[in-house]
């Protein structure tokens, strides 16, 4: 036990050293990843909200044909720019600018008046996200305006406007900023495990194939210490910058989403310690298992080159869960938190939205992940003592 | 013979030793003994098998067949009794780099279960012996080969080991290095110890060795001391003798 403290702190004093690895380990990820995804989420935040509820600004050609319709529009938060251009300099007009344009044709006023269809034109580039959202509601406004003019006509005319509603279709939209948000919520959780993993990558690689190539494996053989006992010291290594990181990343978090309205996400206000050490303790039993796959996946290969490549393709395993997640929606049940890494996004999400799992839930994702740690340490261990290690 | 116990104390004895990797066999039934108070020369061409026969005998790889033992304890039954008795320098001779030559040493005598104040201590007189006050306390990661080696070294004989292995030492050392390394080998043997080292320099050996075990294509051709090697061989230099004995047909072209 003792060879495994002594393997251990010296790992850690050399990882302490080495400026790169630790400019990785404890600024990179801790601070650059908060910082992207935090801009991330305040911008889908700004987007969704703003299309669907806030104020929009409608560049309008020849205003002066379609007075009452504008004024209308205006009644629902639509900013009218009133412009003076022909059809070409409308369109011209649109290159340069982002939001939509409408324009009145001239015989706007005179077909209305006369009870036939009156066009209008609105021209909007839809590739970019936001004018579609406020192109649909443009249309719908104008549509209401319609509707009401065409309702008011029968009622001229002496018959019931229900006669051109048969049907009464209610869309309701159950979509909310949470769920819109839903894919950038599932990177934080992508995040905090990335980051995690990417902190023991050094020692991880450092216990076969750095030791190798530098060719200190060879003397390190030669003590009389157990070869399973420098794997798990070098193990214990990584777990410990790791943990290091998730509690600097999950800090960070905190401090970055405070700042950028959570509740508009459905997520907890509250990002404060206490959520911040159950998300830490939610993905620590995570840890084990990541030192010790890369471990493994690091001892079969030749060079720490062909290692680093290796182990950074299976940094991404962990993800595929979440990917899957986001994509189909997936919610909580005792058989998804078996699966490790997308049990910790659940109790993650979960946390953050302020309605914390079942305690068997969580006792589930920490008993598997931690089982599966151990079968992969002791492989990982079984390994060492392998003469292929030499290469 | 019998099992470990019976064995000889105060020598490194290697008996049959066998060891294939893949389809190539390495060594084939190496038998060699080195013994205490003496530095045995273990020779050949590159390839010959040295290094396979010294990493079975520190416990790195094991042999197919035959068996090896260590101040009697055998290297297949008690690896880690085997290891505490043996200080191994092995090819290559990789340090932290991100240790100091200090560190690199202490922490091999830690490992080897010595306490902190003993690990200081035999750290500081190896780095006083070996000349690597200049740079004892700066860290590896820019040291020379030279530098290397005696770090490796000092590492290796932190716990004061009966035995001690060598895989080439000289490898890339300057003269004054190599001065060094003599001194302190000869010194060694002086305290009673068994120096096994490897070599493929002939004026090297000649310099150091007591003894000298000739290994050509896995085998060992002769095991003599370095008088009678010369005789054997019929010639008074022990280059030709070498030549000779590896490639007794003198075809020239090496095994």
């Not at chain 1, 066009?119 to 909007?124: D, F, I, S, T």
């Not at chain 1, 494996?217 to 214990?236: A, F, I, Q």
Request: hydrophobic content about 45%.
């Amino acid at each position: 036990m003792k060879s495994i403290w002594l393997v251990l702190r010296k790992e850690l004093r050399e990882t302490l050293r080495d400026r790169r690895s630790l400019f990785t380990t404890l600024v990179v990820g801790p601070l650059l990843m908060p910082a992207l995804i935090g801009t991330v989420i305040f911008m889908a935040i700004r987007h969704g909200g703003a299309v669907h509820t806030g104020p929009i600004t409608l560049t309008v050609a020849h205003a002066e044909r379609a007075p009452r319709l504008l004024d209308f529009l205006r009644q629902y938060q639509v900013r009218v720019r009133p412009v003076n251009a022909d059809r070409a300099r409308a369109r011209r007009m649109l290159e340069r600018q982002q939001g939509p344009l409408l324009y009145v044709p001239r015989d706007f006023g005179a077909r209305l008046a006369a009870g036939k269809p009156a066009p209008l034109r609105l021209y909007a580039n839809e590739s970019n996200r936001s004018v579609q959202g406020k192109v649909e509601r443009l249309s719908s406004l104008i549509g209401l305006y319609g509707g009401t003019i065409a309702r008011l006509r029968l009622v001229a005319r002496g018959l019931d406007p229900q006669l051109l509603a048969p049907i009464a279709l209610h869309p309701i939209d159950t979509s909310t900023p949470q769920s819109r948000a839903a894919l950038t919520l599932g990177m934080l959780s992508y995040a905090i495990v990335f980051t995690m993993l990417m902190s023991g990558l050094y020692i991880a690689i450092d216990t076969t194939a750095g030791e190798r190539e530098r060719g200190s494996l060879e003397p390190l053989l030669t003590v009389p210490v157990e070869r399973e006992h420098l794997v798990y010291g070098k193990m214990l290594a990584a777990c410990v910058m790791m943990l290091v990181s998730l509690i600097l990343t999950v800090a960070a978090f905190a401090v970055t989403l405070r700042h950028i309205g959570l509740a508009r996400l459905g997520m907890s206000a509250n990002f404060g310690p206490g959520v911040a050490a159950g998300i830490v303790f939610g993905c620590l039993p995570l840890i084990p298992a990541g030192a010790a796959l890369m471990t493994l996946v690091a001892s079969y290969t030749r060079s720490y080159r062909e290692a680093q490549t290796y182990v950074g393709l299976v940094l991404l395993v962990p993800t595929l869960p979440l990917i899957f997640a986001s994509i189909l929606g997936l919610q909580p049940r005792a058989a998804l938190m078996a699966v490790p890494s997308l049990s910790q996004h659940f109790i993650i999400m979960s946390l953050l939205r302020g309605q914390p799992l079942p305690g068997g839930y969580v006792a589930i994702s920490a008993a598997v992940s931690l089982a599966l740690g151990a079968v992969l340490v002791y492989l990982a261990g079984r390994l060492y003592r392998r003469e292929r290690l030499l290469g | 013979m019998g099992p470990g116990r019976e064995r000889h104390a105060g020598m490194i004895e290697a008996r049959a030793l066998s060891k294939r990797f893949g389809a190539l066999t390495a060594i084939d039934g190496v038998s060699l003994r080195a013994a205490d108070g003496s530095i045995t020369g273990l020779l050949g061409p590159n390839g010959a098998g040295k290094s396979t026969t010294l990493r079975i005998l520190y416990t790195v790889l094991r042999p197919d067949g035959g068996e090896a033992w260590i101040d009697g304890t055998s290297v297949l039954a008690q690896p880690l009794e085997a290891r505490r008795r043996m200080g191994v320098l092995p090819h290559g001779a990789g340090v932290y780099p991100n240790l100091t030559a200090r560190e690199n040493i202490e922490y091999f005598g830690a490992l080897h279960g010595l306490s902190r104040a003993v690990c200081r201590s035999r750290a500081a007189q190896l780095i006083a012996r070996l000349e690597m006050a200049s740079f004892a306390d700066r860290p590896a990661k820019g040291f020379s080969q030279g530098e290397r080696v005696k770090t490796a070294l000092a590492r290796a004989l932190v716990h004061q080991p009966r035995n001690v292995l060598l895989d080439e030492p000289t490898n890339g050392l300057d003269v004054m290095a190599v001065r060094t390394l003599r001194r302190l080998l000869g010194e060694l043997r002086d305290e009673g110890r068994c120096i096994l080292f490897s070599s493929h320099v002939m004026p090297e050996v000649a310099a150091l060795c007591d003894h000298v075990i000739v290994i050509a294509g896995g085998r060992v051709v002769v095991q003599a001391g370095l008088e009678e090697l010369k005789a054997r061989a019929g010639t008074a230099s022990l280059e030709e003798a070498f030549v000779r004995l590896i490639d007794p047909d003198g075809a020239g072209d090496g095994p």
